[in-house]
C-alpha cells in the first residue's frame, strides 16, 4: 500500500485566500483524521470521520476551518479565508479499527502551509 | 483532560552514546503508548507501541518501556548514531473521558547525535 497520500506537499498563499489540503487515506481503513502541527502547540486534532461521516470536529479552530469527505478514499480540508496565523503543516491519518481498539493511526507526509 | 509531556525538550550527545527520553501522562486510561519519529519536513513514523497490558516493546536499538500505574514511558536508544538525530514524540491512546479513542502528543524531544 502506498501509505496516506497528502497534497500538496506545500501551499504558499495570501492571507484571504481559499485553501484547500487534500488526503487520501489507507484503503480499507474507516477512520480518517486530521491534525494540525505548529511549534506553539504542537500537534492538534482537528476533526476525525469514521465512514466518511464527521464525527467529532470540536478541535476545529474557527468556522473558516471546514473538512469534507465525500467518499471512503477522499478527503479535503479548506480554509476560507486563509489568515497567516493559520501557517502550519497539517497531517491527514488514516486507521483501520474502531476508536476503542488497540491500534493506531498511519499520518500522511503533511502538508506545509504559509499564508502570506 | 489528558496531558503528556516530554523531557528533555533537546538533547544533543556525541555518537555512540545511549540515552534515554522521558515521557509522562496525567490520565493512566490509555490504550497504548506509541513513539514516533519526525525528520525535518516530513511526516511521523512510528518507531514503538506499546499496548496498557505490556510493560516494553523493542526493536533494534530502540527500547521502549510503559508504566501505566505511574503514568511515565522511556525511550532508550543505544549507541545512538548520527542518523538518529530527529524529533521523537510521545503519544497515548485515550481509553477514557472527552478524548476518548483519540490520540494525545507530546511536545516532542529534539535529538542531536554528533559525529
Known sequence: DAGVIQSPRHEVTEMGQEVTLRCKPISGHDYLFWYRQTMMRGLELLIYFN??????????PEDRFSAKMPNASFSTLKIQPSEPRDSAVYF??????AMGGTDTQYFGPGTRLTVL | KQEVTQIPAALSVPEGENLVLNCSFTDSAIYNLQWFRQDPGKGLTSLLLIQSSQREQTSGRLNASLDKSSGRSTLYIAASQPGDSATYLCAVKNAGG????????????????HP
Request: aromatic share 6%; proline share 6%.
Open chain 2, 98 to 113: 472527552t478524548s476518548y479513542g483519540k490520540l494525545t502528543f507530546g511536545q516532542g524531544t529534539i535529538l542531536t547525535v
Open chain 1, 51 to 60: 465512514n466518511n461521516v464527521p464525527i467529532d470536529d470540536s478541535g476545529m
Open chain 1, 92 to 97: 491527514c491519518a488514516s486507521s483501520p479499527l
